[in-house]
Nanobody
Framework: QLRLVESGGGSVQAGGSLRLSCSAS????????MGWFRQTPGKEPECIAC????????PYAASVKGRFTISRDNAKNTVYLQMNSLKPEDTAMYLC?????????????????WGQGTQVTVSS
């Protein structure tokens, strides 16, 4: 069973930066695409970034373009989300998700594997 564990969340002042990490383990697939979602109470999870095994990156969500960067280190089975110029509206639970295959489809239903999430809180 593929397991995902996020880390790096916390509280930060507006304009600050955080780097989230997601470590994958326990899987037998030769390659997985990995995405970052964020969710606020009462709303559906929103895919904000996704990266393929080769490092191709799907279009970022409009709300984070120019501020967030997704990357991965296949040797470490880890995906990262660098978040800069954080805004209060970025406050959410950030979840890592994975799917087998070589392409990113930025929909929740396309990702069968999920981490438990890491909270990000941005204060003004």
């Amino acid at each position: 069973q593929l397991r995902l564990v996020e880390s790096g969340g916390g509280s930060v002042q507006a304009g600050g930066s955080l780097r989230l990490s997601c470590s994958a383990s326990g899987y037998t697939y030769t390659a997985i695409s990995m995405g970052w979602f964020r969710q606020t109470p009462g709303k559906e999870p929103e895919c904000i970034a996704c990266i393929t095994p080769r490092g191709s990156i799907a279009p970022y969500a409009a709300s984070v373009k120019g501020r967030f960067t997704i990357s991965r280190d296949n040797a470490k089975n880890t995906v990262y989300l660098q978040m800069n110029s954080l805004k209060p509206e970025d406050t959410a639970m950030y979840l890592c998700a994975a799917t087998s295959g070589s392409f990113c489809i930025t929909r929740k239903s396309s990702f069968p594997y999920w981490g438990q999430g890491t909270q990000v809180t941005v204060s003004s």
